[in-house]
């Protein structure tokens, strides 16, 4: 391969996905290595003024400043975009930044946005607190309904904003309809697929105009960085995203970026192979608990609609003990060897309360809304042997009586 081969489109744009996941983007310095290099520098120099004047002005490509290019970051961006089937990618300095992003970019006062009320708590956050600060409109439905998304347009309607799978119930949304509907409307979809990623599910295949990540999960994939990513086509990118990004700074620090891009080339591998260990898990449990949510199974309401959708369903599955909070609390409490943790996408098993964790700053009557009950319990399902993790989950089911 070339030293500029996995930034030339005409090439990349012909390679198979895990291809573009191990050589995407990459480019190399005058030294050739064969890793991506890690570029640690705020600033950039140049050697005449007029050079410097060309790339601020848009009229030369090059390096200006770390918050608006760096070469690490962009190789990073570069493979992102291509894995994703976007024009353009930026990123960002977590999934949170790029979800603020992805929504304050484009949205004024007396702007309306519809959003799923099945979401992370910080996402629900930005629709139920801060957009509202600064006159923006929202409405929160129930994403699984279909018609609720017609239902919900205004003449001011600027963006759908949902997740799918979604956090922490599985929701799922059916990416098609929804696209559909808001092109019909001139509305530009926003899809947060951070439970997915393009290689278990990419949206633009469907219509989205906009994907959003946290790269902290998944694609990292072993709990080491914080990163987030938005994709959409070149213009919006450019015109819409750039300008925020540039003025406010949510950048993503060239060393995190080289450690998204090094779990890249591992993604495809480990999000299948969790995504088996998760089903497994999921038949196993399922009879021992209250309530089981796993698109992956057929008592989740949109089974079909995910096998549809997805190449997978994904290394993440929800599931409801009786007891409430007290038989959760002595469930987690038991376990030897998956860890108790909020996180996602990592290669540990890792499971979590959300109530009392991921959503614990949304209210109960907000909870209770998107099904968040005292009973519900999130498990990101790792790469461990899955004889050890039914055994430890077959203690920790007796303790807690189940």
């Known amino acids: 391969m070339k030293k500029t081969t996995g930034f030339n489109r005409s090439i990349t744009s012909n390679w198979r996905p895990a291809t573009r996941a191990i050589r995407g983007g990459t ?5 050739g ?18 050079t410097v004047a060309a790339r601020f002005a848009g009229e030369a490509e090059g390096m200006t400043y770390s918050r608006l290019q760096n070469p690490t970051v962009a190789m990073l961006e570069e493979r992102i975009a291509l894995m994703e089937g976007a024009e353009a990618c930026r990123t960002q300095a977590s999934g949170m930044a790029a979800m603020t992003a992805a929504l304050l970019c484009q949205l004024s006062a007396g702007d309306h946005i519809v959003a799923a009320r099945a979401a992370f708590g910080s996402c629900r956050w930005l629709v139920d607190s801060l957009l509202p600060r600064f006159g923006i409109e929202t409405t929160v439905i129930d994403s699984a309904i279909d018609g609720e998304w017609e239902k919900a347009i205004r003449p001011n309607t600027k963006v759908f904003f949902f997740e799918t799978p979604a956090n922490p119930t ?32 990419r949206p633009m295949d469907f219509g989205a105009d906009v994907v959003a990540y946290s790269a902290t999960k998944l694609m990292d994939g072993q709990g ?4 987030g990513a938005v994709c959409g086509s070149r213009e919006w990118i450019d015109e819409v995203l750039l300008p925020f990004q540039r003025n406010t700074g949510p950048n993503l ?12 080339e591992t993604l495809e591998l480990r999000a299948m192979r969790q995504s088996e260990n998760a089903l497994e898990l999921g038949r196993f449990l399922e009879p021992r608990v209250a309530r089981m949510l796993h698109p992956g199974l057929p008592s989740h309401p949109r089974h079909e609609l995910a096998l549809r959708q997805m190449r997978a369903t994904g290394p993440i599955f929800a599931f409801e003990v009786p007891g409430g909070r007290q038989q959760a609390f002595a469930l987690l409490d038991a ?28 209210g109960e009557e907000a909870r209770a ?9 999130r498990f990101n399902v790792g790469l461990e042997d899955i004889d050890d993790l039914k055994e430890d989950l ?8 189940l």
């Not at 480019?27 to 030294?31: K, L, T, Y």
């Not at 290595?33 to 007029?50: I, K, N, P, V």
């Not at 080491?224 to 990163?227: D, E, P, Q, S």
């Not at 809304?369 to 319990?377: K, N, Q, Y």
């Open 369 to 377: 809304e998107m099904g968040v009950t005292e009973g519900l319990l």
């Open 394 to 401: 077959d203690r920790a089911l007796a303790a807690a009586g």
């Open 335 to 362: 376990l030897e060897l998956i860890d108790i943790s909020n996180n996602i996408g990592d290669a540990r098993s890792l499971m979590c309360h959300p109530a009392s964790t991921t959503h614990a700053s949304m």
């Open 253 to 264: 620090s060239p060393f995190n970026a080289w450690v998204v891009l090094k779990g890249l």
């Open 27 to 31: 480019w190399r310095s005058e030294n």
């Open 33 to 50: 290595e064969t890793s991506e290099a890690l570029f640690l520098t705020s600033g950039y120099s140049y050697d005449d003024a007029e």
């Open 224 to 227: 080491r960085v914080l990163a």
């Open 170 to 201: 599985l929701d799922v949304v059916d990416l098609q309809y929804i696209c559909d509907l808001a092109k019909l409307h001139e509305i530009t979809t926003v899809v947060d697929n951070a439970f997915a990623t393009s290689v278990l599910q």
